[in-house]
C-alpha cells in the first residue's frame, strides 16, 4: 500500500501484555485513524488523529490509547491485552479528512492468548 | 446514533449469476455514502454517491442512492470469480471526518 505501513503484520501476544501497534505514512496527510475488523462487525473505529498531538475516540475506543508526537507516525497501545482484542487492526490516512480520500493499510493481525 | 446495517451479510452463488447488495443507514447530515471491495488485504475504494450522484456504474458493478429510502444498493452483473470479497458500505459523519462501517457482505462465487 502506497504510502502507508503498518507494523508489526502479524502478532501474538500474551493475556495482560501491552503491545504497541504501528502507522506510519510518508503521504504527509493531516488525519490519521485505527480501525478493528471482525466477522460480523465490519470496520469499526478506535481513535482518529486530526493533527500532531490531537486525538478522539472512535466507537470502540475503551482499552485502547493512541499517540501521534509526529505527523507520519500514530500509535495504537493496548495497554493490557484482552482475549476480546484478538482482531485485525486496520489503520487508514486522509489528506482533509474527507470520505472518499481515505487510504488504508494492509492490516496487523493481532491474537491475544 | 449513526448507524449503516449491510445485508445480507453472505451470500453464495454461481459464476454468471447477478447478485445486489444492500446498505440502509441512519445518519445525521446525511453527505455521501461509499461502497469498499476488500479483498485478502485492505478495503479498496469502488464508489461514492452523493446527494447529486445518486447513481454510478463501473463496468459490470453500479451503485443507487435511494435517499428517501435512506438505503443504496450495489449490482454486480455477470458474476466470476474475481468478485468474491467482502464488500463494505460506509457513511461518513461528525462533519465528515469519521467513517461508519456496515458490517460487510461476504461474497462468494463459485466457479
Known amino acids: 500500500d502506497a504510502g502507508i505501513t503498518q507494523s508489526p503484520r502479524h502478532k501474538v501476544t500474551e493475556t495482560g501484555t501491552p503491545v504497541t501497534l504501528r502507522c506510519h505514512q510518508t503521504?504527509?496527510?493531516?488525519?490519521m485513524y485505527w480501525y478493528r475488523q471482525d466477522p460480523g462487525h465490519g470496520l469499526r473505529l478506535i481513535h482518529y488523529?486530526?493533527?500532531?498531538?490531537?486525538?478522539d475516540k472512535g466507537e470502540v475506543s475503551d482499552g485502547y490509547s493512541v499517540s501521534r508526537s509526529k505527523t507520519e507516525d500514530f500509535l495504537l497501545t493496548l495497554e493490557s491485552a484482552t482475549s476480546s482484542q484478538t482482531s485485525v487492526y486496520f489503520c487508514?490516512?486522509?489528506?482533509?479528512?474527507?470520505?472518499?480520500?481515505?487510504?488504508f493499510g494492509s492490516g496487523t493481525r493481532l491474537t491475544v492468548v | 446514533e449513526d448507524k449503516v446495517v449491510q445485508s445480507p451479510l453472505s451470500l453464495v452463488v454461481h459464476e454468471g449469476d447477478t447478485v445486489t447488495l444492500n446498505c440502509s443507514y441512519e445518519?445525521?447530515?446525511?453527505?455521501?455514502l461509499l461502497w469498499y471491495k476488500q479483498e485478502k488485504k485492505a478495503p479498496t475504494f469502488l464508489f461514492m454517491l452523493?446527494?447529486?450522484?445518486i447513481e454510478k456504474k463501473s463496468g459490470r458493478l453500479s451503485s443507487i442512492l435511494d435517499k428517501k429510502e435512506l438505503s443504496s444498493i450495489l449490482n454486480i452483473t455477470a458474476t466470476q470469480t474475481g468478485d468474491s470479497a467482502i464488500y463494505l458500505c460506509?457513511?461518513?459523519?461528525?462533519?465528515?471526518?469519521?467513517?461508519?462501517f456496515g458490517q460487510g457482505t461476504r461474497l462468494t462465487i463459485n466457479p
Open positions: 452523493t446527494s447529486s450522484g
Open positions: 487508514a490516512i486522509s489528506e482533509l479528512g474527507q470520505a472518499y480520500g481515505y487510504t
Open positions: 445518519v445525521t447530515n446525511f453527505r455521501s
Open positions: 503521504e504527509n496527510h493531516r488525519y
Open positions: 460506509a457513511v461518513p459523519f461528525q462533519g465528515a471526518q469519521k467513517l461508519v
Open positions: 488523529s486530526y493533527g500532531v498531538k490531537d486525538t
